[in-house]
């Protein structure tokens, strides 16, 4: 497993009333052509909600294969523009905007210039600008975080595309004859978009689209697919609704708006000899690209896939929390993704703590000298950053400690319902509202704030033998087993957890 070395946070023009996300990365992801559960590496982000005002009119069209033209009637008279540059650790994406025009009221030339990359200025006041995107060889760096022209389709993203100034918008595409466009934003009759948040909006056009819909316990669904894959959308659709209504259980808390699930082939090469995946889950849309030529293993894979990105829906991005908690929307997401991929059938215990056992020598090979809420705030600028690794272990030994304490009745699982549950103020601080809830339960006062809170170390070999486990640390690999001699109540446990000799 590596890390993103270089990856860097945009500094934000913040904006009074506006919802400050942190820029997510998603270290998680599997590759399951050979070896079950080994690791490869992929990134989600979540990025700022804006604040609504009179929306600018857009129109994108796509001219040649390779770029889209942008068109935007200014809501207001203004005279700077700013695109996102940096997105989690991709960089240099604002260098893709090209031939800016800006004009005024009464029709001339502003004389946009740029002064920096995706910064551009007007010596007039404009009403209206023109750009193109070239969008076509997406670096493999960069997808699925960033737009891009490919084979007939494209991913268009309006963090990159849209300045940042511009807080909502309607939009309507003139696409390419023959292509057709997915969103979770449903067009009204005349074929527009309302954009309220463009930082989370995703687009899928292409040739051939193909769209299955499903609607459970209220919550609107659709897969779409794009290119040929060894499934059908419908087939997918059940995978994909059989996660939802997992994490729909665990939260207790509907999405409110229509969540769309695109799968399309990667416009690059993924891992090694292409049989790899990423994944990014923005706003209500979930990506998934890949080759569909070696997608072996379909319904595990997109099964442990969607078990990691779909529970982001919620986690953080149904939560209007502020600050970087990342150890636990992507530490505690990975132990409950899992969780998740083990109680469907996927994987089974053994392989779970297989898992947990290579986690943890990745682990102990980096130092471990702060704490998660510190690891979260600087993990860009920690190459070794252990914030997802030790979240992911810190969840397994709450998981643990709750259910031993409670004898089986409590697990980490209602924790999510009670952090749904609970009225916290939007806004709140994330790290004080989530170490709330998990120290909340009996028995577990103080466990958040040490491991959380404090730089506490993970020292498995000591802790797990209490709950009928042992680490082997001696060969090459450490080997995490159930101990020989079980209590009764450590057999309990362990079965709760799926253990079944
Ligand atoms: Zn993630």
């Not at 993103?4 to 009074?16: F, I, M, S, T, V």
């Not at 259980?249 to 509907?254: A, H, R, Y």
């Not at 990342?326 to 703590?353: H, N, P, S």
């Amino acid at each position: 497993m590596k890390f993103h070395a270089k990856a860097q946070r945009r500094k934000e023009n913040r904006k009074p009333f506006s919802l400050r996300l942190p820029l997510r990365l998603c270290a998680f992801a599997r590759n399951y052509f050979s070896t079950i559960w080994a690791f490869i590496i992929f990134l989600c982000a979540c990025i700022p909600t804006a604040q609504a005002n009179t929306p600018t009119r857009v129109t994108i069209s796509i001219p040649t294969p390779n770029e889209i033209r942008v068109e935007a009637e200014l809501s207001s008279p203004t005279r700077s523009w700013s695109f996102r540059n940096a997105y989690a650790g991709v960089l240099g994406i604002a260098e893709r905007v090209e031939d800016f025009h800006a004009i005024s009221a009464a029709g001339q030339d502003a004389q946009a210039k740029k002064s920096a990359a995706g910064e551009f200025r007007s010596e007039l006041d404009a009403i209206k600008i023109t750009y193109t995107v070239k969008l076509s060889e997406p670096r493999a760096t960069d997808v699925p975080y960033v737009s891009w022209l490919a084979d007939d389709r494209g991913l268009l993203m309006f963090a990159d595309l849209i300045p940042q100034d511009i807080e909502t918008l309607s939009v309507e595409f003139k696409l390419p004859t023959g292509w057709t466009l997915e969103s979770s934003l449903i067009a009204d009759a005349t074929g527009r978009y309302a954009v309220s948040e463009p930082q989370k909006s995703v687009f899928l056009a292409g040739r051939s689209l193909r769209k299955t819909s499903n609607t459970l316990d209220g919550v609107v669904l659709d897969v779409v697919l794009s290119g040929a894959w060894p499934f059908k959308e419908a087939e997918a659709l059940k995978v994909v609704s059989t996660v939802l209504q997992k994490y729909l259980e665990l939260t207790g808390f509907k999405l409110t708006d229509k969540t769309a699930i695109m799968i399309a082939p990667s416009p690059t090469p993924i891992g090694d000899g292409n049989l790899g995946w990423k994944a990014e889950t923005r706003g209500s849309t979930v990506v998934l690209l890949a080759n569909p030529k070696k997608f072996d293993f379909w319904r595990n894979r997109l099964t442990i896939v969607f078990s990691h990105e779909m529970l982001h829906l919620w986690v953080p991005n149904s939560l209007k929390l502020e600050g970087d908690y990342d150890w636990f929307f992507e530490g505690f997401t990975m132990y409950t993704a899992i969780r998740t991929a083990q109680e469907l059938g996927v994987i089974d215990f053994k392989e779970m703590l297989n898992t947990l056992g290579r986690v943890y020598d990745v682990y102990m090979s980096h130092p471990d000298e702060q704490s998660l809420i510190a690891a979260s705030e600087a993990r860009w600028t920690n190459p070794h950053s252990q914030v997802f690794i030790k979240g992911m272990l810190v969840a397994f030994l709450y998981d643990l400690k709750i259910r031993k304490e409670s004898g089986v009745k409590l697990t980490l699982a209602d924790r999510y319902r009670e952090l749904f549950s609970r009225r916290v103020a939007a806004n709140a601080n994330g790290n004080e509202a989530i170490i709330a809830v998990l120290d909340s339960a009996p028995a577990m006062s103080g466990f958040a704030k040490s491991y959380v809170e404090n730089s506490t170390k993970l020292e498995l070999e000591q802790v797990l033998p209490a709950y009928g486990l042992t680490l082997d640390s001696s060969g090459k690999k450490s080997q995490l087993r159930v101990s020989r001699d079980l209590t009764a109540e450590q057999q309990q446990l362990l079965r709760s957890l799926g253990y079944r000799n």
